[in-house]
């Protein structure tokens, strides 16, 4: 099972990016996806998340700015982050959990997102 997040980068306040994170398999393996966050000193925090059903969850500070989508056709889940903060700079995260007599989270390598005032 591996994960790959991309997309990162520098952006001004303002402005978009869109990650992405390809699974190694078909995603629907995993009951939830989801992308997580941790800005340098502070706790990872869950950004937004996307059940195998298709419903979708996002935290309070990213509401109506960022949006969870995914492609099954090419195993990935996206991340469209529109009016970038200066906030919201921080290593992002892909996450995919299995549930089963356990659970199973599996983790993406983080790509970086740097938003500048």
């Known amino acids: 099972v591996q994960l790959q997040a991309s997309g990162g980068g520098l952006v001004q306040a303002g402005g978009s990016l869109r990650l992405s994170c390809a699974a190694s398999g078909s995603i629907f393996r995993y009951n939830v996806m989801a992308w997580y966050r941790q800005a340098p000193g502070k706790q990872r925090e869950l950004v937004a998340s996307i059940s195998s059903g298709g419903s979708t969850a996002y935290a309070d500070s990213v509401e109506g700015r960022f949006s969870i989508s995914r492609d099954p056709a090419k195993n990935t889940i996206y991340l469209q982050m529109e009016n970038l903060k200066p906030e919201d700079t921080a290593m992002y995260y892909c996450?995919?959990?299995?549930?089963?007599?356990?659970?199973?989270?599996?983790w993406g390598q983080g790509t970086q997102v740097t938003v500048s005032s």
């Open positions: 996450q995919g959990r299995i549930v089963q007599s356990r659970v199973y989270d599996y």
